[in-house]
């Protein structure tokens, strides 16, 4: 197939605070195919090296490599370096003739912003229904944090559920007080609790899961397909954050679930991903059928609505033409 393929830059409706730092602009890659019969179809490469994926200049160096028509044996060929990348071409090419896709809606958690602002943005999520709710901690003292906290749970409503996500931010002292005080507080509330340490704490983080009693996610520590399957045969008794626009080929993930791999141990999140990428997730995800409340809730941030139509995806190649280049092959 002829393909093209825009670099873009787009700035957050605002900006997004984690234990990384703040976070101010989404970049990426649209690619365009088109085969022999006119058929098109659309892919999106967006990386986040902060969270373990490539970088960008990686993902334009390979498109200015990729020859100027695309195979299914190419696009197979993608390094295991380069994730988004696979996620991108391989989406984009099962796309094509197959626009626009009809997808449904799944539960969804609602990402809160940090610090106080949490204590009042949950109540527009939960006047549309939702009933999960995340909240980004190790952003500001645990003790702050945990002040904060303690007025969260008390608002939040009853049948309400709250993940922590401290994006690997805590060492392992800090964490097994932040572990203590939960037991204490948040015993009913806490669905889970999301990356309490770096990924390369791979042997504290294994010894964490085995002496609390509330999950831990693992994200950042499986970002990649390879990732995952190493701490399935690591024995890790939690939960998986997968980001699919950064995890790899999809079919990756297609087979750990059918050799095994339970489905309530999975929790699909976004990568502020744009429209393009976030469509393409929603169809699979009737192939994954996920058991848990999906991370999308982040419109506040960068909204992604789902696309319906082929003049969607159209408009969304051409929402380009005033600041992408769009490069032919």
């Known amino acids: 197939m002829r393909w093209q393929w825009r670099l873009y830059e787009e700035p957050l409706q605002e900006p997004l605070v984690t234990a990384k730092g703040h976070w101010r602009s989404r970049r990426g890659l649209l690619l365009r195919l088109e085969n022999d019969e006119g058929q098109v179809g659309y892919g999106e490469i967006a990386p986040l090296p ?30 295991e370096t380069l994730p988004a990348a696979q996620f991108g071409f391989a989406t984009a090419w099962q796309s094509v003739g197959q626009l626009p896709y009809r997808v449904r809606s799944w539960p969804i958690c ?19 229904g939702v009933t999960t709710f995340k909240w980004k901690v190790g952003v500001m003292s645990p003790e702050a944090e945990q002040g904060i906290l303690r007025e969260l749970l008390a608002v939040l409503p009853q049948g309400t559920k709250l993940r922590l996500d401290a994006n690997g931010a805590w060492d392992l002292e800090t964490a097994r007080r932040w572990f203590n005080w939960l037991d204490c507080y948040g015993a009913g509330k806490i669905e889970y609790v999301e990356q309490p340490l770096p990924p390369h704490q791979w042997s504290a983080l294994l010894s964490l899961a085995q002496t609390v009693r509330i999950a831990i996610a693992l994200d950042e520590s499986v970002v990649r397909a390879p990732e995952l399957q190493r701490w399935l045969e690591w024995g890790w008794p939690g939960l ?38 976030r469509t393409a997730i929603f169809q699979l995800l009737e192939t994954w059928q996920p058991c848990r409340a999906l991370g999308f809730g982040v419109e506040r941030w960068r909204s992604a609505p789902l696309l319906t139509s082929l003049a969607d995806y159209t408009a969304q190649w051409h929402r380009l033409d005033n600041y992408g280049k769009s490069y032919s092959k």
């Open 50 to 79: 902060g969270w373990g994926s490539e970088t960008l200049r990686a993902d334009i160096a390979l498109c200015q490599q990729l020859p100027r028509h695309l195979t299914p044996e190419i696009i197979a060929t993608l390094p």
């Open 110 to 128: 609602a990402l809160l912003g940090s610090g106080r602002a949490a204590l009042t943005q949950w109540q527009a999520p939960w006047q549309r």
């Open 240 to 277: 998986f954050v997968i980001k699919p626009a950064l995890f790899g080929f999809p079919e990756r993930l297609s087979v750990l679930l059918r050799q095994g791999l339970e489905p309530q141990r999975l929790v699909f999140s976004s990568a502020l991903e744009g429209a393009i990428a």
